[in-house]
Structure formats: structure tokens, C-alpha cells
């Protein structure tokens, strides 16, 4: 499917980014918002997945960071941060150990350099899930983005050691020429 396609779909069905079609169709594999009532979305801007979220979780805590402004999204609580940051985020911090589910679609400024940007992802995809073990339950679900590279096994291993199951996914709205991919954690 053109790229295109799915940024026109985002126009017609109200959502700000064609990214919310990544989660809709893992959602539908996993059923991703059952049984959740916290849900925190790092890299959130410009909001797709935020939409997202307070659609299916209409009365619940949904809390959003990101280095980037995001416009408001309704019945979200955004905040402009680093997740290097995220502890110094009073209202997200008092909520540590709570979050039922925890979405990144966080990715860093790529180089274009192959070796650079791996080991980049890698700690970044590291931190994260620091950060969603951290600020979750013990029943929690995690998904993140990631790319297929040296470092993927790795990342994927320590996963593995978070969560009793573990899932790739690569949405039809990704980019068939893209490496990225998506990891679903849930216990
Ligand atoms: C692909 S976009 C997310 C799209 C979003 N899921 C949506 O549906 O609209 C990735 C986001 O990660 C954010 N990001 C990158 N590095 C970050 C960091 N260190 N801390 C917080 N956000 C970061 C970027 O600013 C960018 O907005």
C-alpha cells in the first residue's frame, strides 16, 4: 500500500498521523487496550497513537512525552520531555509502578550511519523498556518500536526476560522498505 494511502486515511478518519494505523492493526492482533486502564506513550508526538489511546480508554489515565509540542489530544495529559527525563515529570512519576500498558513509538534522529544509528536504537529501545518496567505494573503489556538490525536479538533476549510473551510485528502501515518493526511484550 502507497504510503500516501494511509496518510489520506488518518485525513478522513480524524486522526493527526498515519502512525495510529500501526497500532490499530496490533491491537487487533493482541487486543492491546483489554483490561487497561493506564496507558503512557513515549515519543506520543504528533499524537496518532495518543488518539488512539483516549478513544479506546475514554475514562481513563492516559499520560504522553515527547521532546516535540503536541497539540492536545482529550482526556490525555501531555508532557514535553526527554524519557531520559521522564523521573523528573512530577505528574508521571507519582504514577510509577501503575501503568497497565505502556506504548513507544520513539525513534531517534537517524545518521545514516549504520553502526552509529544501531547502537543508538539499541540504547534507546534499552532505556525505554527500563523506563516502561519502572513506571509499570506486574501485569503490564509493552509495545515499542524497533529496527531489524545487529543489535534486534539482543534487544528481543532481553525482552524475553521481562515477559512471559513476546511478539514481532510489522504493520501493513509500515513501510515495506523500512527496517522498522514493531516488539509486543505482555505477562
Ligand atoms: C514516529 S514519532 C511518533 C508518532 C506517534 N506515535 C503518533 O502516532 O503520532 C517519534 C517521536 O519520538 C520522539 N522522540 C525522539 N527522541 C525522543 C526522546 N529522547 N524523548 C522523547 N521523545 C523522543 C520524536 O520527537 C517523535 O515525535
Not at 486515511?9 to 490499530?24: N, T
Not at 526527554?82 to 507519582?94: G, H, K, L, N, S
Not at 500498558?101 to 545518521?111: E, G, H, K
Amino acid at each position: 500500500m502507497h504510503r500516501d494511502h494511509w496518510a489520506k486515511k488518518a485525513k478522513l478518519d480524524g486522526f493527526r498521523s498515519r502512525a495510529v494505523y500501526k497500532i490499530i492493526e496490533i491491537d487487533q492482533k493482541v487486543d492491546l487496550f483489554k483490561n487497561v486502564y493506564t496507558v503512557l506513550d513515549i515519543g506520543s508526538a504528533p499524537g496518532g497513537w495518543s488518539e488512539y489511546a483516549a478513544k479506546k480508554c475514554p475514562q481513563n489515565d492516559i499520560f504522553a512525552i515527547d521532546l516535540l509540542d503536541m497539540k492536545p489530544v482529550k482526556n490525555v495529559s501531555f508532557f514535553k520531555s526527554d524519557i531520559r527525563e521522564i523521573d523528573q515529570v512530577e505528574p508521571i512519576f507519582t504514577k510509577k509502578g501503575s501503568f497497565d500498558l505502556v506504548i513507544s513509538d520513539l525513534a531517534p534522529n537517524i545518521t545514516g550511519i549504520g553502526a552509529i544509528d544501531d547502537e543508538a536504537i539499541y540504547e534507546y529501545n534499552t532505556l525505554t523498556l527500563e523506563v516502561a518496567l519502572k513506571y509499570s505494573n506486574n501485569k503490564s503489556k509493552f509495545l515499542i518500536k524497533t529496527f531489524q538490525n545487529s543489535y534486534l536479538k539482543k534487544f528481543k533476549s532481553f525482552m524475553e526476560k521481562n515477559f512471559t510473551l513476546v511478539q514481532n510485528f510489522k504493520p501493513l502501515a509500515s513501510k515495506a522498505t523500512s527496517s522498522e518493526i514493531y516488539l509486543y511484550g505482555e505477562n
